[in-house]
């Protein structure tokens, strides 16, 4: 165990001993595969079905059953059941949809194949999820959707951001591709709104290859999602205006889940929520261990019965005002040369890249991000302020998978070590 001697050693960085001499085995691999997971792909390959829909009608009945949700349907990725739940939901040529500037790109880019485009609002400084107080605004006749992301796991403030939805009459969105398992106030993320859609691939918390997923509870839009891309499944349609284009998709893409993947995400979802509750048990370890470090604070909810999942790709605040105006970026390097994996955080305001402001894909002549809007709605430098500093006040800390106390405490070490020390940066 790290002591308080060996947070005064010099900076490994300056020459000094590490904080964490070893990297340990496994503390974060993920995700853990055994030999349940590889048999269950086996019995796929060898039975020759990767391309049928057994297994992944399933893995869809379980996921919905944990989630609490009417109806799943899987996809093989999540960019793609993001695509199917905006059109779903009711999202067509010229609409607008509200999206955090801070977030992966598929959260929102794929509207742009639907003819239809984004609006970024700002986050929030403290949850970095969507800012409920910057949502109004964006608001026009032609918003019809608010896509919600439950950001590195951190719940979104749903109490907030249902009314407004409600009052503008607008379909809520959720991204629960950080957040899989996570509570909003006792609830499961992803049965909020009207629909949700998540990732799925190795590097997420629920990990099966490469995949997706949507949920709902609404018929018609579970409808809506098939005829846009599960063709294959047009049987099980039964609303009268989607039966006449039964054997093609709607939105020309198809959305079939590899059976393989569905396989290995059977396996992963049984053994879920005991690998999470571990994660969290660690990581709140870690940043308990931290509190009244100058300089960083946790990336956590407060609330009781909120959680933030299985902690995807955990984040932690960065005040440079209480380390000198030290760098983020000097500062996760130093932490690294401890032998913590560290780095600045990884995505970027979404608003202030070219592609959004200027780059005309489909050959409309402008930047397609207008193209089907009545109004030139790409948004400069200043817009949103909080994502467009986060990356100076945010940082990615390890992600721990287990709960290793002695481990855990030599890494929160190292960020105690840098921290205590920055002034010799
Ligand atoms: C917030 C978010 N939304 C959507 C996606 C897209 O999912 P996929 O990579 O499975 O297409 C990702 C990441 O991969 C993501 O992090």
């Known amino acids: 165990?790290?002591?308080?001697?060996?947070?005064?050693?010099?900076?490994?960085?300056?020459?000094?001993?590490?904080?964490?001499?070893?990297?340990?085995?496994?503390?974060?691999?993920?995700?853990?595969?055994?030999?349940?997971?590889?048999?269950?792909?086996?019995?796929?390959?060898?039975?020759?079905?990767?391309?049928?829909?057994?297994?992944?009608?399933?893995?869809?009945?379980?996921?919905a059953a944990y989630n609490g949700t009417k109806y799943a349907l899987s996809y093989p990725n999540g960019t793609m059941s993001l695509m199917a739940a905006m059109w779903?939901?009711?999202?067509?040529?010229?609409?607008?949809?509200i999206c955090p500037?801070?977030?992966?790109?598929?959260?929102t880019m794929q509207i742009l194949q639907i003819g239809a485009t984004v609006v970024f609002a700002d986050v929030d400084p403290v949850t970095v999820c969507i800012d409920p107080n910057d949502i109004e605004r964006h608001i026009t006749p032609r918003t019809k959707a608010i896509m919600v992301v439950h950001y590195c796991g951190h719940p979104c403030d749903m109490d907030a951001i249902l009314p407004i939805a409600r009052k503008h009459r607008l379909k809520v969105i959720e991204d629960v591709s950080h957040a899989h398992?996570?509570?909003?106030?006792?609830?499961?993320?992803?049965?909020?709104?009207?629909?949700?859609?998540?990732?799925?691939?190795?590097?997420?918390?629920?990990?099966?290859?490469?995949?997706?997923?949507?949920?709902?509870d609404d018929l018609s839009i579970y409808e809506h999602a098939i005829a846009f891309s599960h063709y294959e499944r047009h049987h099980m349609i039964t609303e009268p205006a989607l039966k006449p284009f039964g054997g093609l998709p709607l939105g020309g893409v198809k959305g079939r889940l590899n059976q393989t993947c569905a396989?290995?995400?059977?396996?992963?979802?049984?053994?879920?929520?005991q690998r999470m509750q571990e994660i969290q048990h660690a990581v709140n370890r870690f940043w308990d261990l931290l509190e009244g470090t100058p300089g960083?604070?946790?990336?956590?909810?407060?609330?009781?019965?909120?959680?933030m999942g299985g902690w995807y790709c955990a984040l932690g605040h960065y005040r440079p005002e209480e380390l000198g105006g030290l760098s983020v970026k000097r500062f996760a390097e130093a932490v690294a040369a401890e032998g913590s994996p560290t780095h600045p955080i990884g995505n970027f305001a979404l608003h202030r890249h070219p592609v959004m402001n200027d780059v005309d894909i489909f050959g409309d002549g402008q930047p397609t991000r207008i193209a089907f809007s009545q109004r030139d709605l790409r948004q400069g430098?200043?817009?949103?302020?909080?994502?467009?500093?986060?990356?100076?006040?945010?940082?990615?800390?390890?992600?721990?998978?287990?709960d290793r106390p002695d481990s855990i405490a030599r890494h929160a070490a190292a960020f105690r070590k840098v921290a205590t020390q920055a002034d010799k940066l």
């Open 101 to 107: 500037s801070l977030t992966y790109w598929g959260s």
């Open 88 to 97: 779903a939901a009711g999202l067509r040529r010229g609409d607008e949809m």
């Open 263 to 273: 396989a290995m995400g059977r396996v992963q979802l049984r053994h879920y929520p």
């Open 181 to 216: 398992g996570a509570l909003y106030k006792g609830r499961m993320v992803g049965t909020f709104g009207d629909v949700s859609a998540m990732s799925m691939m190795s590097g997420k918390s629920l990990a099966i290859g490469e995949g997706g997923m949507l949920v709902t």
């Open 1 to 63: 165990m790290a002591t308080a001697t060996d947070i005064d050693q010099p900076l490994a960085l300056l020459g000094g001993p590490k904080a964490v001499e070893h990297e340990e085995e496994n503390l974060f691999h993920w995700p853990i595969v055994t030999s349940e997971d590889e048999q269950a792909v086996i019995d796929v390959l060898r039975a020759g079905t990767m391309s049928s829909s057994d297994i992944a009608l399933k893995f869809e009945e379980e996921w």
């Open 296 to 307: 960083i604070a946790p990336h956590r909810t407060t609330d009781p019965d909120s959680t």
């Open 381 to 402: 430098e200043g817009a949103l302020p909080v994502a467009e500093g986060m990356g100076a006040r945010a940082f990615h800390i390890p992600w721990f998978k287990h």
